[in-house]
């Protein structure tokens, strides 16, 4: 797998390194990568004149027109669809959903046609199209607005699945999948998107279909994801003042997997908690699993444990804290395995 | 012939459909509309092969091209039959059969440009032939050796889609490509034509790409083959209102043809694609025509449908009738019906010895071009799987 270029110009950065949200930082690299590609276009519903019902794309149809920031008609499947075809043409189209519950109207384009047309075409037709999601809860919404779909997609050969979880990956991520041939599910953690960090902007962190280690530790790896990296991250600051080292693992790419450093830390920790919105059952989470007892099997010291939403339709607002896995679900989690 | 209302109107014997619900008659209105073609059917020559002048839509056609036309027709025909044949005989697994669909898609097809785009479903034999593609590179499809294997860029045409109205929305975000290119608005702009059916047209996928094709002017021809039959549901399973008139709730016109008069489709089709490079598309065509054989050669028509039905429509022959014109016009003697039958008869003897000797592809082609930029999880699962294989091929297993 070549690593993605990445020679952007920094005119919309002024400072090397800023602070930013989530939201502002994808501003930013969707900014970068439409005045580095003039065939980038951005397309989805209120994603122009608004700039997205989280204002994501604020300002991009005002500073790039109407044709490269297209308000589209509202029909998932039509967004999908044609977009397919923009990229036949030669465009590289950024979709928003506006909501992970909204993506399924869309499944068809993107699991018939999306996923396979390089592979039916033996490679002659490339769709290289980035679909954004804002995923997952805590924002106290309504039916459908706090869902975590990623497993549907990650099992869909032919796609790739990457979820960022703080400003500088936002910023940067974004734009190596926009200049990624292969089609590229791009979830964003809505309810972490105006949390803060440093961005540099004058070199990527690494290649984008790449895990990163983000807290060393030697009694428990944690692996997680999107907001899951927030909350694990709280966890091994909690258990580091009751003496307990936990180690945690951004994945960062959903599909592929990159779990060598996963497989690396297992074989030093010897214990695993794996961490995710989305509920348990033939998911990320399972994957993980197996295959860390696979190539693990003789480092376990206990069985890989899993703290995740529950196996139900997510729950009305008021029921979220309880569905959505928290810094003690995790820690509880961390006690059973140190415990077996 | 620009204002969407002079080709959208409701037929004579149509009563006003204001109701909620609509009467006995609009409902036996609409019924025999779909029999008959209806009173809005644009037709240049007649099933006797007569031609007729239609006060919108004519064509100059010389005598060789009328010939080059029937060749067209003939050839796919038996490109065709030969490809059923060979099902039959178990060398493909299944085979689409367009038999008396020729002159829908040859008009359709000879009316395009080479630089125009092209988006077809799976029974669109005769569309990939106007496009240069081999008779034989569709083949693979129904084997089950390969997804087909023609360029789409080269030949301008798309992957066969199967998912029934995937590729209209496809098609549609294509032509808005054209357009933002800037290769619309003359005479020597570019369009886009998508092909579909009467079932396609219940799909949420056509509806939105009605919509968005709509709202973008794109340059794009939705082109739905009614063939009547979507596999054993007739076409008013899918609809009151006789497809063409559809496009009038959307914004742009709608015509029927007869699909299965060449010259009618001709030249209504290359109306269309005028329209659409000059900026004024998206315009519907509902090619009027019949599915002469099974859906697949998986289907039994006899338990859903009447053979009075198909000998009526035997006697609507796309290319019978364009054969009596030639003999009538003296422009074409039987040297030349000879010599396209002979044409037909190498043709078929060739996609024959092409399909037996098709080679199985290697084991590996699972796990080739999945992705573009590779994926070390999924090589890694190739590489155990090729090793594993290696292992029969040793002689160890």
Redesign the interface.
């Known amino acids: 797998m070549a690593a993605p270029t990445m020679d952007r110009p920094t005119s919309a950065a002024p400072a090397a390194v800023q602070t930013l949200t989530i939201a502002k930082a994808l501003n930013n690299g969707l900014r970068a990568s439409m005045e580095a590609n003039p065939k980038v276009i951005v397309m989805g519903e209120d994603v122009g004149k608004l700039g997205g019902v989280f204002r994501i794309t604020d300002g991009l149809q005002k500073d790039f027109g109407e044709q490269r920031v297209l308000d589209t008609p509202l029909a998932e499947s039509g967004i999908i669809g044609t977009a397919v075809g923009l990229a036949i043409r030669g465009y590289r189209p950024v979709c928003e959903i506006q909501f992970d519950g909204f993506i399924f109207p869309g499944f068809d384009q993107i699991v018939s046609q999306v996923a396979k047309l390089h592979f039916r075409t033996q490679g002659r037709l490339k769709v290289p199209m980035v679909i954004r999601v804002p995923f997952g809860g805590g924002i106290g919404a309504v039916e459908h607005h706090s869902e975590s779909p990623e497993s549907y997609f990650a099992h869909t050969a032919g796609l790739k699945v990457v979820s960022c979880s703080n400003p500088a990956d936002a910023y940067w991520m974004i734009q190596q999948a926009i200049d990624c041939d292969d089609p590229v599910l791009f979830f964003e953690p809505k309810r972490r998107y105006y949390e803060k960090g440093e961005v540099d902007t004058t070199a990527a962190p690494g290649p984008l279909f790449s895990s990163r280690t983000l807290r060393t530790g030697s009694d428990v790896t944690l692996v997680t994801y999107g907001p899951m990296v927030r909350t694990s991250l709280d966890a091994a600051a909690a258990a580091e003042e009751e003496g307990r080292s936990l180690e945690v693992i951004d994945l960062r790419t959903l599909s592929p997997l990159d779990l060598a450093p996963v497989f690396e830390s297992v074989r030093r920790t010897g214990r695993l908690v794996v961490v995710t919105e989305a509920p348990s059952e033939s998911s990320i989470s399972s994957e993980i699993a197996a295959k860390v007892q696979q190539e693990c099997f003789y480092s376990l010291q206990a069985p890989v444990l899993r703290v995740t939403g529950f196996d139900t339709p997510y729950p009305p607002s008021k029921l979220e804290e309880e569905f959505l896995p928290d810094l003690d679900r995790v820690l509880h989690a961390v006690d059973r395995s140190l415990a077996w | 012939m620009s204002s969407p209302e002079e080709w959208t109107h409701p037929g004579p014997d149509a009563a006003p459909a204001t109701a909620a619900k609509p009467t006995a008659e609009q409902v036996i209105a609409g019924l025999r509309a779909t029999d008959e073609g209806g009173a809005d059917l644009v037709q240049l020559l007649t099933p006797e092969g007569e031609r007729v002048q239609h006060p919108d839509f004519d064509i100059d056609i010389t005598a060789e091209e009328l010939r080059g036309l029937y060749r067209d027709m003939v050839l796919v025909r038996r490109v065709d039959r030969e490809a059923n044949a060979l099902q039959r005989k178990g060398e493909l697994g299944i085979w689409v059969p367009l038999l008396g669909q020729e002159a829908a898609q040859i008009g359709a097809g000879r009316a395009l440009r080479p630089e125009d785009m092209a988006f077809p479903s799976y029974r669109e034999h005769g569309i990939a032939w106007t496009r240069g593609v081999k008779p034989t590179d569709l083949l693979g499809i129904f084997r089950g050796t ?4 023609w ?3 080269e030949h301008r045409f ?2 066969y ?1 199967i ?1 029934i109205g ?1 590729q ?11 357009k ?2 800037g290769k619309v608005g003359d005479a020597d702009g570019e369009a886009t034509i998508c092909f579909f059916g009467d079932g396609a047209t219940s799909q ?2 056509v509806h ?2 009605f ?2 094709a709509a ?1 973008y002017d794109a340059p794009l021809v939705f082109f739905c083959q009614n063939n009547q039959w979507a596999i054993s549901e007739p076409t008013e399973r899918q609809s009151r209102l006789p497809l063409y008139q559809r496009a009038r709730g959307y914004g742009f016109p709608g015509i029927r043809v007869d699909g299965n008069d060449v010259l009618a489709t001709l030249a209504v089709t290359r109306w269309a694609l005028e329209e659409c490079r000059q900026g004024n598309g998206p315009i519907l065509i509902e090619a009027f025509t019949y599915r002469m054989d099974a859906h697949t050669t998986s289907d039994d028509p006899s338990r859903y449908r009447l053979s009075d039905e198909l000998e009526l429509w035997k006697l609507k022959d796309p290319i019978e009738r364009v054969k009596v014109h030639l003999v009538k016009q003296q422009w074409a003697d039987q040297e030349f019906f000879d010599s396209i039958e002979a044409e037909a008869d190498r043709i078929a003897v060739e996609l024959r010895d092409y399909c037996v000797n098709l080679p199985d592809p290697p084991a590996g082609r699972i796990f ?11 090589e890694a699962q190739r590489d155990e799987f090729l090793a594993y294989h290696a292992g029969f091929a040793g002689g160890e297993h």
């Not at chain 2, 496809?170 to 808005?176: E, P, Q, R, V, W």
């Open positions: 390969d997804n087909g294997t360029d789409p860029v798309h992957p889609t998912v995937n209209v929305l496809n098609a549609t975000g294509y032509a808005m490509g054209q933002f290119d949420g996928d939105e790409g919509v968005w709202v080739s071009e999945v992705y573009a930029e590779g994926n070390p999880v999924l």
